[in-house]
């Protein structure tokens, strides 16, 4: 069973930073790629950005690209979210997740494994 556990969420002032981490237990963590996604009050999950296997290509949403860079460790099986010049409608829960396979996708269904969440709250 693989379990995701993200930290590293909190309240900060909007041109603030934060930096998500997520730590993966098994033993094939480098076999996936990972990505993060948020969900606001009252509105669907979305997409915010993934990493490959190797960690040698990412893609963000439109919204965050440019602000958010995620990283990943895959000798520490820990991947991160590093968000710079935060913007109140950055103010989410942050998940990672796991894919299903070793492609990379925007789309929730091809997730398999999802940590509990971690709360970003970015003040005006």
């Known amino acids: 069973q693989v379990q995701l556990v993200e930290s590293g969420g909190g309240l900060v002032q909007a041109g603030g930073s934060l930096r998500l981490s997520c730590a993966a237990s098994?033993?094939?963590?480098?076999?996936?790629?990972m990505a993060w996604f948020r969900q606001a009050p009252g509105k669907e999950r979305e997409f915010v950005a993934v990493?490959?296997?190797?960690?040698?290509?990412?893609y963000y949403a439109d919204s965050v690209k440019g602000r958010f860079t995620t990283s990943r460790d895959n000798a520490n099986n820990t991947v991160h979210l590093q968000m710079n010049s935060l913007k109140p409608e950055d103010t989410a829960v942050y998940y990672c997740?796991?894919?299903?396979?070793?492609?990379?996708?925007?789309?929730?269904?091809?997730?398999?494994?999802w940590g509990q969440g971690t709360q970003v709250t970015v003040s005006s």
């Open positions: 997740a796991r894919s299903r396979s070793i492609r990379w996708s925007r789309y929730q269904y091809d997730y398999e494994y």
């Open positions: 098994g033993r094939t963590f480098s076999s996936y790629a």
């Open positions: 990493i490959t296997l190797s960690g040698g290509s990412t």
